[in-house]
């Protein structure tokens, strides 16, 4: 039985944040549940999630059934910490322990890990520069015998290459009584959970460390730079994703991925898009530059032109939309919809071959099959207080500079004059004009300015 113990207790005071270190931003979420992501592939029988600063927040931002919290009020250390889990946790489980900055480590490492019939076993990894972790020592056969923190490092061991994760696995008993024998006699007056290692070896105990074989997955962050880096390595992966989809990236160093994109065959996206949430890419559909999609599903063949901004649309069918388009969240267009520059979408349904090419605002709409939107039509659909359904029948024709006030119908295959201000249902197959009668003031003249 396997239970996993979350450390997240960490203030983070090189962030210089108010946001707790495990929230910052990686790929636009937050570390703390890019990990818990990644355990929860392990199929533990529980997770302690460790908190300490900011508790409240981190627990309403990744409140889940399968998280059970521990805080840890007096932040004493590593050892300390997991010490706090120690009595909910079965005396027969085994426990895995992982920092809660560790936000690209893939279940599969941890499986090796978990592999190791050592009684303690641990992962390493060989960073380019080592400054800032604890070393792994070792005696003349290859046996892990310590680990060193930087602090109380000697410089032979700072030269030390190969340095510890943080990550850790143990039976929970052995561990509880390794846990409580800790002593705080070092630099930084801290339970080190690493000390757990020269405990072992001392009652002759195995310790195993398991090398990983990439370093990345290993990174944390204790500043704004390590959690740059972390955003890097995080986005080389998501773009090779992409790549093993199929995806044609015309300029991959400039694309961003801060969530799930799920892609068909052929798509191509092209320099500086923003790839939010939860995204979904039919085959041959196409992104210009600059666009910014959030929660978006775009069926095959849809075309978006540059410097679009797209957040919770839906295409049904092949479209076309842009450029400098924005369609809002309950944006949803059926096969052959066309939506084109500074138009401006929001709870619209368009249906199949419907029309809206320029300066348009399209909000609690319901627009017809075949519907031609002028520019320049906005749907008045908030009166100050209630917001109202605009409806635009199949083949209707809406007229340049309109406003359609709603409540309001428009039918099928009625026509409305440019300029119009429709406040009533227009009629079907009719046309409707709503406007003053243009006239010439005849002896008016200019005003001058006064010499």
Known sequence: MLEVVILAAGEGKRMNSARPKVLQPVGGRPMLAHLIDSVRELQPSAIHVV???????????LAADDLAWVTQSERLGTGHAALQALPMISPQSRVLILPGDMPLIRPGTVRRLLASEAELALLSFLPEDPTGYGRILRDGSGAVVAIREQRDASEAEKRVGEVNSGVLCAPAARLGAWLKGLRADNAQGEYYLTDCVGLAVAEGHDV?????????ELMGANDRAQLASLERVFQERSRQTLFDQGVTLLAPETIQVRGTVTCGRDVVIDAGVVLSGR?????????????????????????VEPYCVLEGATTHGACTIGPFARLRQGTELDEGVKIGNFVETKKARFGTGAKAS???YAGDAEIGPGANIGAGTITCNYDGANKHLTIIGAGAFIGSNSSLVAPVRIGPGATIGAGSVISTDAPDDRLTVARARQRTIEGWQRPTKKP
């Not at 908190?51 to 627990?59: C, F, L, Q, S, T």
């Not at 995204?279 to 063949?301: K, N, P, Q, Y």
């Open 358 to 360: 320029h300066l348009t």
């Open 279 to 303: 995204i979904e890419l039919g085959d041959g559909v196409s992104i210009a530059t600059g666009c910014v999609l959030s929660d978006v599903s775009l069926a095959a063949g849809t075309r």
């Open 208 to 216: 195993a460390a398991i090398v990983a074989e990439d370093p990345g």
């Open 51 to 61: 908190i300490g600063a900011g508790a409240d927040e981190v627990r309403s931002t």
